[in-house]
């Protein structure tokens, strides 16, 4: 595997549902990121971790709660969303928190019922 | 607050027709400007990163200019396979994360 892989690709859950979204990156960096990217849209940051650690987290809802165990594995758990959270969630690396050239995975596509 | 606006918002070109996308911008002291193309069902992939007024960057058919208020990403003699979303984003001094446009989605007919 190389650069930034997501799992699953795509997940459809119910309000009620609780699911994970996996992010793994063999880059390497350091720090890891979650963007939410829905349709006509700029990409919305929602946390960030630096060395393991969270650093940012822009407002994001409580049902959306973030782990990161180590620099290479980034997890997205998810619990009672909404219809509007439906989106393509994106995750990302880069060298360092302040290294802004950033190298995305492939995103899950979420769809909530 | 940084602010990216990215135009057109959709482009469709022949192919082999040259064109430009544009992305304006206003950030409190800007660190980098970065594009990326975003295909359908995929993450961005990054293309450039320009970090001062006249730095220019170019990758095959794709050519990246900055000034102090915007980019322009030229495309020349575009070919079907250069359809994506291209998105623009800045990083600013005083904000700690990048700040992306809405994206161009550039169509190229055969």
């Known amino acids: 595997e190389t650069g930034v892989t997501q799992t699953p690709r795509h997940l459809v859950m119910g309000m009620t549902n609780k699911k994970s979204l996996k992010c793994e990156q063999h880059l390497g960096h350091n720090a890891m990121y979650w963007y939410k990217q829905s349709a006509k849209k700029p990409l919305e940051l929602m946390f960030v971790?630096?060395?393991?650690?969270?650093?940012e987290n822009n407002s994001v809802p409580s049902r959306f709660s973030p782990e990161c165990p180590n620099s290479s594995h980034l997890f997205l758990h998810l619990h009672t969303l909404q219809p509007e959270d439906s989106a393509l969630y994106l995750c990302?690396?880069?060298?360092?928190?302040?290294?802004?050239?950033?190298?995305f995975g492939p995103g899950t596509r979420l769809t909530v019922l | 607050e940084d602010q990216v606006t990215q135009s057109p918002e959709a482009l469709r070109l022949q192919e082999g027709e040259s064109s430009s996308l544009n992305c304006s911008y206003t950030v409190s002291g800007l660190r980098g400007l970065f594009w990326y193309r975003q295909d359908p069902g995929k993450g961005p992939e990054f293309l450039f990163t320009?970090?001062?007024a006249g730095e220019e960057k170019e990758k095959e058919r794709l050519k990246a200019t900055l000034t102090k208020k915007e980019s322009f990403l030229h495309i020349t003699a575009p070919k079907p396979e250069d359809s994506a979303t291209y998105l623009c984003a800045v990083a600013s001094g005083s904000a700690r994360q990048l700040t992306f446009g809405s994206g161009t989605q550039l169509t190229v007919l055969p």
């Open positions: 320009l970090y001062s």
């Open positions: 990302a690396s880069s060298q360092q928190r302040n290294d802004n050239e950033q190298f």
């Open positions: 971790y630096n060395f393991k650690e969270q650093t």
